[in-house]
T-cell receptor
């Protein structure tokens, strides 16, 4: 167990709908990352928040948005859903690394989204 | 050309075999090289990381980086059925300490170790 929690585990919805995925980072971790994992694209970085502020953006569609709240939990909002948005969505959190090492990203169990 | 290329496999080996997994990359700015392991229906977990070129060993696992060839490898000695998982390489150009950790992942190689 990584200590990162994600809800819901599974989500089935229809095209055109809007969903919200939730992530609670490990205690003390200030950074939250969102990733999308699909069979054809692999694991793709979407967006990073650090202590409530957006820090980096990856291949995130305009229909998607995220935020990190004062209690450090984060939500990923997906709107106008399309069939191609069906994927696993992972949240990860990280702690500041010791000098000379990378931050270790701890991944949650993911939310499996199916758009019908 | 994708930034990171990884053969998706699948790779099936008998228990006790030496497994070699590898990735190639095109971005010369990558400094940190990581291997993540992902069990079925779980999130990825960090296995090992190396900085720049060289080798790093951790138990049965050895990570190698050859920056001149833009090629990284993960070797698993005496493979066990519990090693059956998808292995993803990941890379980052950034130094750390609170910076942006925009990891670029390979697609992953699915490994099965048969008893």
């Amino acid at each position: 167990d990584s200590g990162v929690t994600q809800t819901p585990k599974h989500l089935i919805t229809a095209t055109g709908q809007r969903v919200t995925l939730r992530c609670s980072p490990r205690s003390g971790d200030l950074s939250v990352y969102w990733y999308q994992q699909s069979l054809d694209q692999g694991l793709q970085f979407l967006i990073q928040y650090y202590n409530g502020e957006e820090r980096a953006k990856g291949n995130i569609l305009e229909r998607f948005s995220a935020q990190q709240f004062p209690d450090l939990h984060s939500e990923l909002n997906l709107s106008s859903l399309e069939l191609g948005d069906s994927a696993l969505y992972f949240c990860a959190s990280s702690v500041v690394a010791l000098a000379g090492g990378p931050e270790t990203q701890y991944f949650g169990p993911g939310t499996r989204l199916l758009v019908l | 050309q994708k930034e990171v290329e990884q053969d998706p496999g699948p790779l099936s080996v008998p228990e006790g075999a030496i497994v070699s997994l590898n990735c190639t990359y095109s971005n010369s700015a990558f400094q940190y090289f990581m291997w993540y392991r992902q069990y079925s229906r779980k999130g990825p977990e960090l296995l090992m990381y190396t900085y720049s070129s060289g080798n790093k060993e951790d138990g049965r696992f050895t990570a190698q980086v050859d920056k001149s060839s833009k090629y990284i490898s993960l070797f698993i000695r005496d493979s066990q059925p519990s090693d059956s998982a998808t292995y993803l390489c990941a890379m980052s150009p950034y130094p750390t300490q609170g910076g942006s950790e925009k990891l670029v992942f390979g697609k992953g190689t699915k490994l099965t170790v048969n008893p």
